[in-house]
């Protein structure tokens, strides 16, 4: 994986003075720590005058943000003013990029233009499926790497933090883990201490979701069978 998403991953330590506060919300902590991960890539890619050259590569290979980052995008471009040059740049490339790729509309023949069997005939085969393919995308969106090694790496270190016994102490049923990053911990956790601790606060976190007939309670469960990772990453 290229260098800088690592050096994006590495801004974001968690600290046990930073876990615990998001032990009290209620919510999944490493949630709740990931949306605000993810605002402030967003921020600092709307900041750069330039992009990593990687990262700018990598734009134009993806061809372009997916959907969720691109409309992150513009939200909070929205909201600072006009996304800056280090965006911009590379997102014109794609379209200079897309509008070369229907230079090859022009290869069509007259027999094609003309002839309506032959023109289905290489429209499916021919020249729409050249475009098509030039117009994948090569990889996938740059922000939705760097998002998941940034979830990955929160992740680990609060299975760090897990091992002081001070701070298992904190972590219960309202601080347990959504399912989908649950189910991660479970693969991920080193010792038998961690692994209990996360357990038991999923077990009494099912066990209250389950009786929560409330209006609350049907929204603290789809939250918790989801996770917002949806809303943050492509997985």
Known sequence: MPGWHREIAERWQLSADALRPALATGECPLCRMLVQATDDLTGLLLRAEELPGSMCDETREARGFCGIHAWRLLEAGAARGLPAMGVVRPVRDVLAHALSALALYGERSDEDRLDPAV?????????????????????????????????????????????????????????????????WALQAAGDKATLDCLVEAERERLRSLLSDRSGEGRVAALAHVAGVRWAVTVR
């Open 119 to 183: 023109f289905k005939r290489t429209t499916r085969h021919g020249w729409t499926r050249r475009v098509a393919r030039r117009l994948e995308p090569g990889r996938k969106c740059p922000v939705c790497l760097a998002v998941k090694l940034i979830d990955e790496t929160l992740g680990y270190q609060l299975l760090a933090l897990l091992g002081q016994e001070d701070i298992r102490a904190g972590y219960h049923a309202d601080s347990a883990l959504c399912l989908p990053h649950f189910r």
